[in-house]
Structure formats: C-alpha cells, structure tokens
T-cell receptor
Framework: AQSVSQHNHHVILSEAASLELGCNYSYGGTVNLFWYVQYPGQHLQLLLKYFSGDPLVKGIKGFEAEFIKSKFSFNLRKPSVQWSDTAEYFCAVKDNDMRFGAGTRLTVKP | GAVVSQHPSRVICKSGTSVKIECRSLDFQATTMFWYRQFPKKSLMLMATSNEGSKATYEQGVEKDKFLINHASLTLSTLTVTSAHPEDSSFYIC??????????????FGSGTRLTVV
C-alpha cells in the first residue's frame, strides 16, 4: 500500500525566513498530489495540487510545490513566511484513495 | 463553490450512547464521500469511503458495525458512532468532491466534528 511521509513534525521559523516542507510517497504509479493547510481552529483547506504538466505548481498565499518524479517527492516551499502561516500542513497522495502524511506543524515567530 | 457542511461541530455524549454526524455537499452532488479520523499528533486516517446508494467501503481495522455510514442521497452522508466509548473520542472529518470533477478539484473538507465521550 502506498504511504506518505512528512519528515518534519514541527518546524519553527522566524518571519521572512524561507520554508521548505518535505513530502515523499511510496507509490510508483500515476498519482495526484496535494498540500492542505489547517489553521488553528479551522478545517482543512487546499493549498495546491498537481495532476500533470508543469511540475512546479503555484498555490494560494505564495506557496508552491515541486513534483520530482525520480525522487517521489512533492515538497512545499514559500520564500518568505509570515506569522499568519502558523498552521498544520498535510501532504496527500491519491491514486484510488487519498492518503495523508502525518502533518507538519509550522510555527512562525513574529 | 464546492462547499461541504459538517454537523455538529462539537458533541459530548455519554458512554454507551450513539452519535450521528452529518456531511452535506451544499452546492454540488457527490457520489462519493470520505470519512476520516484525526488523532492528536498523528495523520488523518481514512475510515471509510461512502458511496451513494450502496454499502460503504471500510478500511482495514475500522469496525463497520460501530461506525455506521449511510449515503442516502447525492448530497448527504452520515456517520453514526454506535455505543460510543471514551476511546472513540476524536476529531472526525468528512470530505467530498463533485461527481465527475475529481480531476479539477481538490477534495473539499467539512469543518470537522469534535466528539468527546464521557
């Protein structure tokens, strides 16, 4: 069965620092890839998704992710984080079912 | 568009009672809805896939007699936690995607239900 790994459990950054959150998956076939964000007290929201085409995907709020097929990775990046980016971030992979990573908690210090 | 409403947002129940959680797609039809459980400091766990007009498909290890799923219409799926116990306390989330629209939409999630069994 496919699995999704998010290696960083908790990341703490200062405002304006650059962010990269890792996501690796195990499935070798065609997959759809997603990043979701869950702000404190709120429900999950879609940040960005990749189905095909340009492997560099741009999402909302200045986030982007790059699909590297050879590395089975879909890392999330943001050049300059803000305090309001403090949230939990989930990587997800879908073939027939949707599988989520364990999540990475991002804390941005003002 | 693509709004999913989940109700209730919080529920506290006594051990041994049953609790029903509703998941509605407000502005689209969803042949398939998904139910997840979110454990503290752990990943979202897919519990079951709810299919309109047919039996739900449960993930391994999820008790189908305990977590009853009914998907009676294209806009409503319900999850009933029967004979709830404290270990069932958790955050339950549903998600749906427009029928035929899975290629163009991420899955839309409900706001979740915090179940506390006392």
């Amino acid at each position: 069965a496919q699995s999704v790994s998010q290696h960083n459990h908790h990341v703490i950054l200062s405002e304006a620092a650059s962010l990269e959150l890792g996501c690796n998956y195990s499935y070798g076939g065609t997959v759809n890839l997603f990043w979701y964000v869950q702000y404190p007290g709120q429900h999950l929201q879609l940040l960005l998704k990749y189905f095909s085409g340009d492997p560099l995907v741009k999402g909302i709020k200045g986030f982007e992710a790059e699909f590297i097929k050879s590395k089975f990775s879909f890392n999330l990046r943001k050049p300059s984080v803000q305090w309001s980016d403090t949230a939990e971030y989930f990587c997800a992979v879908k073939d027939n079912d949707m599988r989520f990573g364990a999540g990475t908690r991002l804390t941005v210090k003002p | 568009g693509a709004v999913v409403s989940q109700h209730p947002s919080r529920v506290i129940c006594k051990s041994g009672t049953s609790v029903k959680i509703e998941c509605r797609s407000l502005d689209f039809q969803a042949t398939t809805m998904f139910w997840y459980r979110q454990f503290p400091k752990k990943s979202l766990m897919l519990m079951a896939t709810s299919n309109e007009g047919s039996k739900a498909t449960y993930e391994q290890g999820v008790e189908k007699d305990k977590f009853l799923i009914n998907h009676a219409s294209l806009t409503l799926s319900t999850l009933t936690v029967t004979s709830a116990h404290p270990e069932d306390s958790s955050f339950y989330i549903c998600s749906a995607t427009p029928t035929g629209g899975a290629l163009f939409y991420g899955y839309t999630f409900g706001s979740g239900t915090r179940l506390t069994v006392v």
